[in-house]
């Protein structure tokens, strides 16, 4: 079974910069859209941002400006930069594959801790 692995979580200052990345485990069919979500503690998961094959990024509000997705399609990886971090960007934060076109299918990574903290 074909899963996504993350990497680049951490722990970071308020104001640092870290690097998350993921890739899929074996080979998969090309998906439409590639993104990253979060789950911070006590709250439901959320998106950060999403990137399409085509280019077309879309970005949570409180994260513009200062994440930026980008993605290898010929590899099938996704990247998030993500600077200039917060105390409240701390959450677990998972990658997400999906492919709408047939035969349709959707991963999830197992997510990787990002903590922003003095």
Known sequence: Q????ESGGGLVQPGG???LSCAPSGSIL????MGWFRRAPGMERELV???TTTGIENYAESVKGRFTITSDTAKNTVS?????LRPEDTAVYYCKFRRWVVPATEYWG???QVTVSS
Not at 2 to 5: F, K
Not at 30 to 33: A, G
Request: glycine letters at 4%; a positive charge; aromatic letters at 0%.
């Open 17 to 19: 910069s870290l690097r």
């Open 30 to 33: 090309r998906p439409n859209m």
């Open 80 to 84: 998030l930069q993500m600077n200039s």
């Open 2 to 5: 074909v899963q996504l692995v």
């Open 49 to 51: 941002a999403t990137i």
């Open 110 to 112: 197992q997510g990787t």
